[in-house]
Nanobody
Framework: QVQLVESGGGLVQAGGSLRLSCAASGIRLSDYTVAWYRQGHGEREFVARISSSGATTNYADSVKGRFAITRDNNNNMVYLQMNNLKPEDTNVYYC????????WGQGTQVTVSS
């Protein structure tokens, strides 16, 4: 069975950093585009995306220059490095891997205090 598990969330002060991890099992992650989304009480918002090879990345305007998505295909892992965090970054962060279909993790909570 396919499973994505996010980790690395927590409580951090504004201006601090966190590194989120997405660990995949049941799939070969090197075949998949991977993206991070976040959701509070509203709609789920795109954050960052990385191509299967890692050659191409895309970011939401709200996080560009602060966040970086990377991947380690040898270890079936994708990361989201978050720097200069702001209170508005507070959300549950989700990892998704997609090819013809999409798989989602259960999310990890990020809370940024002022």
């Amino acid at each position: 069975q396919v499973q994505l598990v996010e980790s690395g969330g927590g409580l951090v002060q504004a201006g601090g950093s966190l590194r989120l991890s997405c660990a995949a099992s049941g799939i070969r992650l090197s075949d998949y585009t991977v993206a991070w989304y976040r959701q509070g009480h509203g709609e789920r918002e795109f954050v960052a995306r990385i191509s299967s090879s890692g050659a191409t990345t895309n970011y939401a305007d709200s996080v560009k220059g602060r966040f970086a998505i990377t991947r380690d295909n040898n270890n079936n892992m994708v990361y989201l490095q978050m720097n200069n965090l702001k209170p508005e970054d507070t959300n549950v962060y989700y990892c998704t891997a997609y090819l013809g279909t999409a798989y989602w993790g259960q999310g990890t909570q990020v809370t940024v205090s002022s």
